[in-house]
């Protein structure tokens, strides 16, 4: 089954929404998916903004799938991501940033991890201030966070809010994340869908020449080269078969990691309060 359902509002706002239970992880189907979908929006000729969001109202993307065979995701490949030399996750998600095409995602649910780098990868993002969750937990799991967040927090929030949310792995509610710059605004939730249409609405009213050309200015100021990209992958191939991290992947899985309820919900808490008890053993 398709985990990302496309609707054309007009042919030139279009929505992405994400479909995968129970938590919306993100695994290599989403990425040939979204590979599928970038690949769309590059070429189409009427399209000006897409809105990403979710089916599941508790997650957006809960994060990537750690059950998923780590050889099968080292050897991933796709035909762009072979003309460019990177791995598929790194070039979907630097396409992303890069689109003639205006991103946007609408945040309701948890959103940590690979879900997390992705929404950065988006141009422009709003959450739910009651609802949305974010977080870059793998730190407080023994591995350093592969998705680009290492380049795209400190230049959103600067060096000290960004090693807060990096090291301390833990989880941002809505109203703190937009304090901090992880999102542009929170709004009420009920709020949130309205506000959003209405934005992309009116994007899509525009000339898309002004918009790319825009875009692309702004691109030249602050977009993270590939090179760090490519690094950060690099750095959680290298820390993802460290000891201590299966031994702490399997505490969450125990504690429901990847299932709809507390493990989940509240992982933040509980990447924490292994960390306390379990240091000695890493």
Known sequence: MPQIHVRQHSPAYWRATFDNDPVNLMDPDTIYELDALVSRLETDPDVKVVVFDSAN???????????????TVVGMATDSSTRRGMHPYTDVFTR?????VVTIASVRGRVRGAGSEFILACDIRFASRERAVL???????????GGGTTAWLPR????????????????FPGDL????????RALPDAELDEFVDRFADRIAGFEKQAIVETKELVNRVDLPSDDEFVAALNGYFESFPRPGV??????????????????ELRLGQHVAAYGENAGARD
């Open 57 to 71: 109202p508790d997650y957006f993307i809960a994060h990537w799938d750690m059950a998923a065979d780590p050889e």
């Open 246 to 263: 299966r031994a702490r992947a399997a505490a969450l899985f125990a504690l429901g990691l990847q299932q709809p309820g507390d493990g």
């Open 135 to 145: 977080g870059q937990f793998e730190v407080g799991l023994g591995v350093v966070p």
């Open 96 to 100: 992303i940033s890069r689109l003639p």
């Open 156 to 171: 959103l929030m600067g060096r000290g809010r960004a090693l807060e949310v990096l090291l301390g792995a833990d989880d």
């Open 177 to 184: 994340a937009e304090r901090y710059g992880y999102v542009n």
